[in-house]
C-alpha cells in the first residue's frame, strides 16, 4: 500500500503499469486495519456482509442502515487513509434516480467513503453516469450479481455463449463511457474476462473469473476459513474456525474445571 491515500488515478495508473490491483472485503475496523496493514490496495464493503457477517442466505435482505454501519466501521478502521467502496445494496438505486443520488451521497458523506459500487449492465449506464458527472465515483459490477439471483435463478457463470460475451463486453464498454472507474467482473469466464480487460482503460477487478483480470476481490470470510461452504472462485488462506473453535472450547474447560479466573486476572 502506498503512503498517500490511493485515488481512481492510481489504479487507472496500475492498470497501464500492469500493477496487479489487490481488492478485498472488510465489514469490521480491525479486519480492514489489519487489510491494509498487510498492503491491500483497496477495501470493499460488499453486500456480501449478508451471507458473510449477518447470517442472511443471500445479499437481497441487507438495508443502508447495515451496509452504512459495516462502512463506517472499516473507514475508521483504516484511519481513513485507505480507499473504501461502499456497496449499495438491494433496491438502494432502483426506485429513482433522485434517491440513488441521495443514498450514494450517504456513503461519502455519512460514511467516509470513497466511492460507490452499482451491480448491473445497460440498465444502470445512465445512473453511472449521474452519478460521477454530481461527483460520486462508481465502481461497476456485471457477470453474475447477487441482488438479481431471484430472477436469474440462481448464480450462474456469464458469458458462456456467444451472445452473452457480446452483451458483456458491450456493457463494459457502456459502463466505461458512463464514467465507471473500475469494473468487477464476477463469475465471467476467463477468455471472456481476459478480452473486456484489454478493450478497457479502466481496470477490471476479477471474482471467479481467471487471471486476465487486471486485478482480483475474495471475500475475507473465504479466505480466511470462516465461512462453511468455499466457492470454487476462491482460495482458503488460513482456517480460522478451527483455532476459533479451539479457543472457545478451551475458555469453556477454564471456566467450568475452575482454572480461569486466577489471581493474576483479578484486580486486588
Request: aromatic share 6%; with cysteine.
Amino acid at each position: 500500500m502506498a503512503e498517500q491515500k490511493p485515488s481512481v488515478s492510481t489504479f487507472r495508473k496500475m492498470k497501464r503499469e500492469q500493477k496487479p490491483v489487490v481488492m478485498l472485503t472488510a465489514y469490521d475496523a480491525p479486519t480492514a486495519a489489519l487489510a491494509v496493514k498487510c498492503g491491500v490496495d483497496l477495501l470493499l464493503v460488499g453486500d456480501s456482509v449478508g451471507n458473510a457477517i449477518l447470517g442472511y442466505t443471500t445479499t437481497i435482505p441487507v438495508t443502508m442502515e447495515e451496509s452504512l454501519h459495516h462502512c463506517r466501521a472499516v473507514v475508521r478502521g483504516t484511519r481513513s487513509n485507505a480507499f473504501v467502496i461502499g456497496d449499495m445494496p438491494f433496491m438502494s438505486y432502483h426506485a429513482s434516480e433522485e434517491q440513488a443520488l441521495l443514498n450514494a451521497a450517504k456513503y461519502l458523506q455519512d460514511a467516509g467513503c470513497d466511492a460507490v459500487k452499482l451491480e448491473g449492465g445497460m440498465e444502470v449506464v445512465p445512473l453511472v453516469k449521474r452519478m460521477t458527472t454530481a461527483g460520486v465515483p462508481v465502481c461497476a459490477h456485471i457477470g453474475l450479481c447477487p441482488q438479481q439471483v431471484k430472477v436469474q435463478g440462481g448464480y450462474r457463470i456469464a458469458g458462456r455463449s456467444g451472445d452473452a460475451a457480446e452483451r458483456l463486453m458491450q456493457e463494459a464498454l457502456a459502463l466505461e463511457e458512463a464514467g465507471a472507474f473500475m469494473i468487477v467482473l464476477e463469475c465471467v469466464t476467463a477468455p471472456v474476462a481476459e478480452k473486456i480487460t484489454q478493450a478497457l482503460s479502466i481496470p477490471t477487478i476479477g471474482i471467479g473469473s481467471g487471471a486476465g483480470c487486471n486485478g482480483q476481490v475474495q471475500v475475507v470470510t473465504d479466505i480466511l476459513g470462516l465461512s462453511g461452504y468455499l466457492p470454487k472462485h476462491a482460495k482458503r488462506y488460513a482456517d480460522l474456525a478451527s483455532i476459533m473453535e479451539n479457543a472457545f472450547t478451551s475458555y469453556v474447560e477454564d471456566v467450568r474445571s475452575g482454572k480461569f479466573p486466577t489471581s493474576e486476572n483479578a484486580h486486588q
